[in-house]
């Protein structure tokens, strides 16, 4: 993030170092295999959808150290223990010990995580989203009408006021995270709130995706790794031409510039290029 904004601040993480695992044999060892499940894009802009009707507030917050609240299950695992986190009354005599939680980097422990976190809010009354549940990670409380979304330890809440401010303290109750605040970023994209009047005089809320500023950081590491004295030179727009219809993939046409014949009819349009 950029300098002065409030979020910009250098965070550490101890992990299972999981490409150094080895079997009772020495080989290496395969877990069981599991997969998370977490949220999609399209379930986050649902999710804003809702936050901007009349009466609803959009809130977001991040579970604190995530995955090491939850228990881990299944193989056990023995990890040799860092020297600097290691006791001075063990000497040298304890070499490895079991792992109890859900370390980063273990292959399974987001899924521990992901089943942790979803007992908790199921016990709060939640609900599944989706006839099969296919809206991964995310929930809806039919009495309090709140839609939450969880992608791995982000947290975006959206429902009535006071029954929001509620389930966000029940929620803190069973789950360590931060303060809720109202969504300004959410996967690594700035999220701009503002309310203009309509034409019959009627408030209307906005949102605005703005990716500005990754972009920046994007162009700037590029130049940086191109070396000294370049720079990107100036342009109206990035993309192609619009009114350029020389390729035939991306014009069909009935007759093709190329001399290819085209066909197509009132309903259907077949190009020349690809027949598709």
Known sequence: MPVGDKGRKYKG????????VKDQ???????EELASSPAGMEASKVCDAYGMLAGNVLQSSD??????????????????????KRKAEWG???????LHKALYGHPNSGVYWERHCEERVFKLGFVKIGSNAEWRSCYFHPVRKIFLMIYVDD???????????????????????TAP??????????HHMSTVVGPLG???????????SFLDQCVSSYEELAGPGFKCKPVSTPFIEEDDQDNCARAPMPVCPLGKQGQHNS??????WCTG
């Open 13 to 20: 993480r101890v992990v299972f170092a999981g490409d150094r």
């Open 267 to 272: 309903q259907v349009m077949i190009c020349p």
């Open 63 to 84: 579970a604190e150290q995530a995955y090491c609240q939850a228990d881990l299950d299944g193989t056990e695992t023995w990890i040799r223990v860092p020297a600097t």
């Open 202 to 212: 009627q408030p209307i809320r906005l949102l605005q995706y703005d990716m500005g």
């Open 92 to 98: 040298n005599k304890v070499m490895v010990l079991p």
């Open 181 to 190: 605040e109202p969504v300004t970023h959410f996967l690594g994209c700035a």
């Open 155 to 177: 947290f975006k809440m959206v429902g009535p006021i006071s029954p929001v401010a509620q389930t966000w303290t029940e929620l803190q109750a069973v789950i360590k995270m």
């Open 25 to 31: 044999h020495g080989a290496v060892a395969v877990f």
